[in-house]
């Protein structure tokens, strides 16, 4: 193009510049989903056909994962046909991937509606300052605060509409979207884990949302939801009513924000003080409290038609000659050892081990014939006997057994169990005694 005066320059002349210099320009119809290109160069001839459908363009434009060309699950691909669509001018940013590279494109888009129809004019370049590009990947690194947000939009629930929605993990940019809230309330609820569905219901009704929140306030609930790679990840959603001094104003803001790495970490921590709460520190078996609990649970199911149930206490014999011996590290050495030969007995039985308080042990068994619980009992007696308890040599244990009966509690039971061991060491230790 020739470079004229300014007064020079004609209508025409600019039409021929717009279409030498903007990269794609396209025709749309809503009314019939097509696109049309009237030109396009550069990466716009990979990324767009001549003609095609419209709502796969809008996938393509925004519908992946905004730090890779990897595409959103087809939970979320079911909103592709709400976008597309634009109350007025529209101006926004895109990163887009190409077929075979990991390099994104930063693509600006600007979108201008025909009056009065449903057809729009897209203009879109692509940005080639690289120093740009260069920033708009940083500022995704560190934006961590927003990152956190996957998803946010406004809601008017009188008029039923969703606006000025961002998906961070599409682009940090808002769009409008023609879907009511209504409809996306029952579209979304299949991405919430079934269990919370019910919860996410009642959070979102419209009517609960207007009586429950004053002006300014919030309410939430945390709960499983599948983010844009189809993967349930724990979130947390939250609805604020927009100040405001009319009553009847059912403005809000909705955001569900990316709380899963802290949640896991959270359950992590719970979990190893829910350990230590029901593991004897020294053996990692069932501590006192947590076997108590064992034997009583599996009592009153037997008292309901359960199982059958038996005992076995056990005590090392002369134990307190290891500690006098050769000190208490090798005692808690022996003890360590003596827990790990009877998980070893266990194995494949339905039997759970506890230790009942300093050399006792105490080993409850379900669904197994009183003879089979002696036969198991004698093999246990014999493992000890048999094991190399290292420096503090061969030792035996004292073992006695109760069977459950109908009529018996926790304490009938426990104190046969008690009586049938001691009466083990005073016949002469390492045998097994049944009451």
């Avoid at 363009?57 to 890779?68: A, D, Q």
């Avoid at 809601?155 to 961002?166: E, G, P, R």
């Avoid at 042990?361 to 004698?378: G, K, N, P, Y």
């Avoid at 057994?401 to 046969?416: K, T």
Wanted: aromatic share 10%.
């Amino acid at each position: 193009m020739e470079n004229k005066a300014l007064e020079d320059y004609t209508r025409g002349d600019l039409i021929d510049i717009l279409d030498s210099n903007v990269d794609a320009i396209l025709m749309v119809d809503t009314t019939k989903n097509l696109y049309r290109s009237i030109a396009r160069k550069g990466f716009f001839l990979e990324l767009l056909e001549e003609t095609g459908d419209y709502s796969q363009l809008i996938e393509k434009l925004w519908f992946h994962l905004s730090e890779t060309g990897e595409s959103i699950s087809d939970d979320y691909k079911a909103f592709v046909s709400y976008y597309g669509k634009y109350r007025g001018k529209t101006s926004r940013r895109l990163t887009i991937y190409g077929k075979e590279s990991d390099k994104p494109h930063i693509i600006q888009m600007n979108v201008y509606p025909i009056k009065d129809t449903d057809k729009y004019i897209y203009c879109m370049d692509e940005l080639d300052d690289y120093e740009y590009v260069e920033e708009h990947m940083t500022t995704n690194k560190v934006s961590t605060i927003q990152s956190t947000y996957l998803f946010s939009m406004f809601v008017d629930l009188a008029k039923d509409t969703t606006s000025s929605i961002s998906v961070t993990e599409i682009s940090d940019e808002t769009v409008d979207s023609d879907i009511k809230y209504s409809q996306w309330r029952l579209m979304t609820v299949n991405m919430i884990w079934p269990d919370d569905q019910q919860s996410f219901l009642e959070l979102t009704d419209p009517d609960n949302l207007k009586v429950r929140l004053e002006p300014g306030c919030t309410a939430s609930i945390e709960c499983k939801m599948k983010n844009l790679e189809g993967i349930y990840i724990w979130v947390k959603l939250t609805f604020c009513r927009a100040r405001t001094s009319n009553n009847r104003d059912f403005r809000y803001v909705f955001m569900v924000q990316d709380i899963n790495e802290s949640y896991e970490d959270l359950m992590t921590t719970l979990k190893k003080y829910e350990d230590k709460a029901l593991e004897d520190s020294l053996t990692g078996l069932l501590n006192r409290g947590s076997t108590e609990t064992e034997i009583r649970n599996a009592i009153d199911g037997f008292k309901n038609g359960g199982e059958q149930v038996s005992l076995m206490m056990l005590d090392l014999d002369n134990f307190k000659n290891v500690n006098d011996t050769y000190g208490h590290a090798v005692g808690d050495e022996t003890l360590k050892t003596f827990a790990a030969v009877l998980q070893n007995c266990a194995k494949g039985k339905n039997a759970t081990v506890g230790r009942w308080g300093g050399e006792e042990f105490i080993i409850s068994i379900c669904d197994t014939s009183r003879e089979d619980v002696l036969s198991f009992a004698e093999e246990v007696r014999k493992s000890v006997e048999e094991y190399d308890f290292c420096e503090a040599g061969r030792l035996t244990c004292s073992i006695g057994v109760s069977h459950l009966e109908p009529e018996d509690s926790f304490e009938d039971v426990y104190d046969r169990m008690d009586k049938a061991m001691y009466s083990s060491k005073e016949a002469g230790r390492n045998r097994v005694t049944q009451l």
